[in-house]
T-cell receptor, first 112, second 107 residues
Framework: EAQVTQNPRYLITVTGKKLTVTCSQN?????MSWYRQDPGLGLRQIYY???????DKGDVPEGYKVSRKEKRNFPLILESPSPNQTSLYFC???????????FGPGTRLLVL | GENVEQHPSTLSVQEGDSAVIKCTYS??????FPWYKQELGKGPQLIID?????GEKKDQRIAVTLNKTAKHFSLHITETQPEDSAVYFC??????FGTGTSLTVIP
């Protein structure tokens, strides 16, 4: 089944404790992206990747890191999480830029 | 980032009626406008998209119109059904999202 998977789905952590949210797609897509969703703000892009080893900042990159060492994986790293990073996070992929985006199921993060 | 305004934020309609959601954008160079449906506890799912070389696109009960001059685009859902109840997001250039419209279809 063609899909985007994210892990974990739910995570509670404390301020400053490094964490990684994994994202994987099995559709051989070139373009991958991370978003955060907050009430009243819609989805905001954090980082995106046009292809392996090519990443760039989105609208809200502060406090986040990403890497794209393989085509299928695009992990999101929070080196020192803070409470303002409490949010619902979505990974998405598409065959190319400005084509149909497929979203993962989301990761709900709470930073205490 | 670019500004995409979406209205209304909530919309309730009777089953069988039509629903219309409108979005405006600011960058006249934008050429791709997708619409997503997000059901509770799930990620957004593309339902229809339109590119700037066409003014309207239909897919069964769903249609999208684009007015490049006025820089706005709209989602039209006809003969609404309870399963259409969800949050709908417009987007500009794939990654600038509107703030969402919560649609409730009353049986």
């Amino acid at each position: 089944e063609a899909q985007v998977t994210q892990n974990p789905r739910y995570l509670i952590t404390v301020t400053g404790k490094k964490l990684t949210v994994t994202c994987s797609q099995n559709m051989n897509h070139e373009y991958m992206s991370w978003y955060r969703q907050d009430p009243g703000l819609g989805l905001r892009q954090i980082y995106y990747s046009m292809n392996v080893e090519v990443t760039d900042k989105g609208d809200v990159p502060e406090g986040y890191k990403v890497s794209r060492k393989e085509k299928r994986n695009f992990p999101l790293i929070l080196e020192s999480p803070s409470p303002n990073q409490t949010s619902l996070y979505f990974c998405a992929s598409s065959k190319r830029f400005q084509e149909t985006q497929y979203f993962g199921p989301g990761t709900r993060l709470l930073v205490l | 980032g670019e500004n995409v305004e979406q209205h209304p934020s909530t919309l309730s309609v009777q089953e069988g009626d039509s629903a219309v959601i409108k979005c405006t954008y600011s960058d006249s160079a934008s050429n791709y406008f997708p619409w997503y449906k997000q059901e509770l506890g799930k990620g957004p799912q593309l339902i229809i998209d339109i590119r700037s070389n066409v003014g309207e696109k239909k897919d069964q009960r769903i249609a999208v119109t684009l007015n490049k001059t006025a820089k706005h685009f709209s989602l039209h859902i006809t003969e609404t059904q309870p399963e259409d109840s969800a949050v709908y997001f417009c987007a500009e250039r794939e990654f600038y999202f509107g703030t969402g419209t919560s649609l409730t279809v009353i049986p």
